[in-house]
């Protein structure tokens, strides 16, 4: 079975710095790997998703994140972060070719002027 | 942006009543699915929908839920006698394919449950 571990429970930075959201991942299968990010009172929103195709992918609003194979990680960075960045982020892997994602238990990222 | 609606928002509801979580997947798609977040822990498959009949359930989806597509937009979720413990955030998802690798899940933005 496909599972995620988010390492930080909560990720706290300073407005204009780098962000780093760590995952690792287990899989029995070629995994699908995505990031979800869920603002207060909001839905899950798909920052960006690896399917197997080129190992770094990019996302929505400046994300991207890393497929590294031989580390079963799949961190999320940002080169610069921005107040409205401040959320809760879901690194998430999908079963193979099922129908369920697994969540992990997600990362609190705080933005400080 | 086409959206998965979700209503209501807030629900509160007394112990051993039944309740209805109603949501309106993006209208293309093909699959649905029903995700639940209690408070503090991760957000767990519940369910998945096609072509008028459950795909795939988790362990969590016991005998007292169940889902339907009563029309051609609504799908709902049913449970029939609430606990206590089924306070939590539920989340109704759509996409266009299964396991969607291409575009994704669409995700709602919730409806939190409070059984009293």
């Known amino acids: 079975a496909q599972s995620v571990t988010q390492l930080d429970s909560h990720v706290s930075v300073s407005e204009g710095t780098p962000v780093l959201l760590r995952c690792n991942y287990s899989?029995?299968?070629?995994?699908?790997l995505f990031w979800y990010v869920q603002h207060p009172n909001k839905g899950l929103q798909l920052l960006l998703k690896?399917?197997?195709?080129?190992?770094l992918v990019k996302g929505i609003n400046g994300f991207e994140a890393e497929f590294k194979k031989s580390e079963t990680s799949f961190h999320l960075t940002k080169p610069s972060a921005h107040m409205s960045d401040a959320a809760e982020y879901f690194c998430?892997?999908?079963?193979?070719?099922?129908?369920?994602?697994?969540f992990g238990k997600g990362t609190s990222l705080l933005v400080t002027p | 942006e086409p959206e998965v609606t979700q209503t209501p928002s807030h629900q509160v509801t007394q112990m051993g009543q039944e309740v209805i979580l109603r949501c309106v997947p993006i209208?293309?798609?093909?699959?649905f699915y029903w995700y639940r977040q209690i408070l503090g822990q991760k957000v767990e498959f519940l369910v998945s929908f096609y072509n008028n009949e459950i795909s795939e359930k988790s362990e969590i989806f016991d005998d007292q839920f169940s889902v339907e597509r009563p029309d051609g937009s609504n799908f709902t979720l049913k449970i029939r006698s609430t606990k206590l413990e089924d306070s939590a955030m539920y989340f109704c998802?759509?996409?266009?394919?299964?396991?969607?690798?291409?575009?994704?899940?669409?995700f709602g933005s919730g409806t939190r449950l409070t059984v009293v």
């Open positions: 998430v892997v999908s079963d193979h070719d099922g129908y369920a994602l697994n």
């Open positions: 998802a759509s996409s266009l394919t299964a396991g969607d690798r291409t575009y994704g899940y669409t």
């Open positions: 209208s293309n798609h093909l699959y």
């Open positions: 899989s029995s299968y070629s995994p699908s």
């Open positions: 690896y399917t197997s195709a080129a190992t």
